[in-house]
């Protein structure tokens, strides 16, 4: 699949880049993205919950009155659970949530997602550029010229480059993220992928590699 490089004005550069088709021109596996995405949203959780039970209870544990003669029921110490202040019965209690996922079934997902986009033509290619100092209105420019700005896009360069990303993040639909950081559920998450053709390069590297 071959897409022609712009400038960061809009304009064609007459250059072109050719996108693997063991990358981008796959079918799709739907099954393998939703467990890619599913890992990485229970990664995210931080599974901090937590409710103090009858034992880790602030109370004294008298009984509360004897076992007969009352005519009531029988009650132990202030902290049951069946009092306003009591325990909680089976509260949550900290865990982590992640779970494991092969790494060839997490490869099969990033290259369905980056497929996927390809069916839908909502993959550009931007010529390499650079910012001299962090600039949102900068950014915004570029997403601007080449037709990104009013979706929810993702901006993947070749490297981590700390003045592109400071002055992409406060844009609310604009995500950065470096080719090697590349992951399904950001591919999913965004309506259109832009690449610099350093990214997509560093991308088409893989499947060679591989």
């Given amino acids: 699949m071959k897409i022609e ?6 304009a064609k550069t007459g250059k072109s880049v050719e996108l693997h088709d063991d990358i981008f021109g ?3 596996n739907e099954h393998a993205m939703y467990l890619a995405v599913k890992q990485f ?18 109370g004294s544990t008298r009984k509360l009155h004897r076992q007969k003669g009352t005519g009531g029921s ?10 306003h202040g009591g325990g909680t019965i089976f509260g ?17 997902a990033r290259r369905s997602a980056l497929s996927q986009k390809a069916k839908e033509n909502s993959i550009l ?8 100092k962090p600039s949102t209105k900068s950014m915004h420019g570029i997403l601007k010229n080449i037709g990104a700005d009013k979706k929810r896009t993702l901006l993947v360069t070749e490297k981590n480059d700390p003045q592109i990303s400071l002055s992409g993040r406060n844009l609310p639909k604009t995500e950065i993220i470096s080719a090697d950081a590349l992951n399904t559920y950001a591919v999913m998450k965004a309506q ?12 088409n590297q893989t499947a060679e590699n591989n």
């Fill in 74 to 83: 029988r009650k132990g110490s202030i902290k049951n659970p069946l009092f």
């Fill in 192 to 203: 259109q992928l832009v690449f610099t053709a350093g990214a997509a390069n560093a991308i």
């Fill in 5 to 10: 490089i712009i400038n960061t004005s809009g």
């Fill in 125 to 132: 290619i931007v010529e390499d550029f650079s910012i001299d």
């Fill in 41 to 58: 949203l229970a990664n995210q959780r931080q599974g901090t919950h937590k409710a103090k039970e009858k034992g880790e209870t602030a």
């Fill in 92 to 108: 949550p209690r900290p865990r982590d949530y992640g779970f494991k996922l092969n790494r060839k079934v997490k490869e099969l």
């Fill in 26 to 28: 796959i079918e799709p």
